[in-house]
């Protein structure tokens, strides 16, 4: 076994005027922190001159306390190396201790905040873990320059600027900012200035910081059927009033939104919608942002998958042909990129910039530099350009494998929505099938079959699945689809 190192010292009182000799109350703390699991089998101790310093005592007590944990065998000692937990302890010994905690053995009255409710516990469901075929979210991180990316992480990490290491800006790194405002004006066409972009830990806390500034509880907001699940979560938390607005081919349709007065804010993903993948078209696009002029309301526009369009261009942001400045702009690298990446950025109106940044103060202060530093310079040397170009062009191919594949093994039995963008299709099932027993049967052959129902929130959800091929390999796609068909359709 490999031993942990970190010699820290256990956290154990050491109570001079106690009737218990000195000796005695440093082997039971080591002894009850190795029974609670606090200290694991392998795990490197303190000397004792370390320790007798760290707890004011000398050096004799702990010298007597490590000799009788060794002879005990709570200890093991390597000449050279110094003291370790033994590695050889019984698994139970670590466990179920009666010093540990139980979640029994609380008393009183435990109360947290009614907003909990709202909250759905973290999906443990197999199909939304795990990699194989069709994941969604999952990059071909395969493809990744990781070299290149690791030499300028080498880069910054040995000769980091001293503003990078002290100092605080809720927006984050202005020659980050800079760079993105350049991608966004000539990728995005968004009208913007670095003073306006804030840099957040992906689309989620942007849309959580939005909420703050924009929202109060009671508020009525217009969201996307179906749409992004988080989202709604995330408005319900804030006490907002959810009305559904059903998306077609040609996305949100502002026309059919709910007859309701005072609406807040709409949020929609124009340039590929979640989860059927759709682009909203120039018509939709106008009469949304005469609507936000007219009603006094805000766009939130998450620009989803954006960069990665097969059959045309891509689309220019709804941002961009906004002239009364009533639109919010977020952005993420994480899925261009890599998932565990967690930077985004928002472009905000000029008016609210000092609102976000309070609030951005307040609840995280400031995000951290290195990584921005990192991309900074990525961007700056064209390899993003580079990657995007590449990645169009494979998961292209890899689009292609599946929609041939879909064509050849399930012919008209599949609708098949939103091919034209991202790294998803949706296929919606024929009346009489029902995606969640099948999401779960396909879970176990290593098939991640998203369901499209769990993104429905209203009466009458579409059962389909959302199917991604980011992380499939064309080669791969046929054979995939073959086990899907004999899991459907035996």
Not at 247 to 260: L, N, R, S, T
Not at 324 to 333: E, K, S
Not at 406 to 419: N, S
Request: charged residues 20%; hydrophobic residues 40%; positive net charge.
């Amino acid at each position: 076994m490999s031993h942990i190192g970190s010699p820290l010292s256990p956290v154990f009182r050491i109570d001079r005027d106690e009737a218990k000799p000195l000796h005695r109350q440093v082997y039971d703390g080591y002894r009850n922190a190795i029974l609670r699991g606090d200290l694991a089998p392998g795990q490197k101790i303190p000397s004792s001159r370390e320790l007798a310093a760290d707890v004011c005592i000398s050096r004799f007590p702990v010298l007597h306390a490590y000799a009788q944990l060794l002879a005990e065998g709570y200890f093991e000692s390597q000449i050279g190396s110094g003291t370790f937990v033994s590695a050889t302890l019984p698994e139970q010994t670590t466990s179920n201790h009666n010093g540990a905690y139980s979640e029994h053995g609380f008393s009183g009255c435990r109360p947290v905040a009614k907003r909990n409710r709202v909250f759905p516990a973290f999906p443990r469901d197999s199909h939304l873990r795990g990699w194989g075929a069709f994941g969604l979210h999952q990059p071909a991180c395969d493809q990744f320059p990781f070299k290149v990316w690791s030499s300028l992480v080498n880069r910054h990490s040995h000769n980091p600027w001293s503003n990078s290491l002290q100092r605080i800006d809720p927006m984050g790194s202005m020659r980050f900012r800079q760079t993105i405002c350049r991608h966004l004006r000539t990728a995005r066409s968004v009208r913007c200035e670095p003073e306006q972009i804030m840099i957040v830990s992906g689309s989620q806390q942007a849309l959580d910081i939005t909420s703050r500034v924009l929202l109060n509880p009671g508020d009525t907001v217009l969201v996307e059927e179906p749409g992004y699940n988080l989202q709604k979560t995330l408005l319900e938390g804030a006490g907002c009033r959810i009305k559904l607005v059903p998306v077609d081919e040609q996305g949100m349709d502002i026309a059919k939104a709910p007859e309701c007065k005072g609406v807040k804010a709409a949020f929609v993903t124009p340039s590929h919608q979640f989860p059927l993948g759709s682009t909203m078209s120039a018509t939709r696009r106008l009469h949304l942002l005469n609507w936000a002029h007219r009603e006094g309301a805000w766009i939130i526009e998450d620009d989803y998958d954006s960069e990665f369009r097969f059959d045309a261009r891509p689309i220019a942001s709804l941002q961009g042909l906004d002239v009364n400045a009533r639109v919010i702009y977020i952005g993420t690298f994480s899925k261009i990129l890599f998932p565990s990446l967690r930077i985004g950025y928002l472009v905000i109106p000029r008016d609210l910039v000092s609102l976000f940044e309070a609030i951005r103060f307040a609840t995280d202060i400031f995000p951290p530099y290195l990584y921005q530093e990192v991309l900074a310079d990525f961007m700056e040397l064209g390899h993003l350009g580079r990657y995007i170009r590449k990645m169009r062009r494979i998961y292209g191919e890899r689009r292609s494998a599946l929609l041939e594949s879909l064509h050849a093994e399930f012919g008209d039995f599949f609708v098949v929505h939103g091919t034209s963008a991202g790294m998803h299709v949706a296929v919606t099932l024929p009346e009489g099938f029902n995606d969640v027993d099948i999401s779960a049967r396909a879970a176990t052959e290593r098939l991640m079959l998203w369901r499209l129902s769990r993104y429905y929130s209203g009466k009458n959800p579409r059962h389909g699945f959302v199917l991604g091929f980011g992380s499939t390999p064309a080669e791969h796609m046929s054979s995939a689809v073959k086990r899907m068909h004999a899991l459907i359709l035996g």
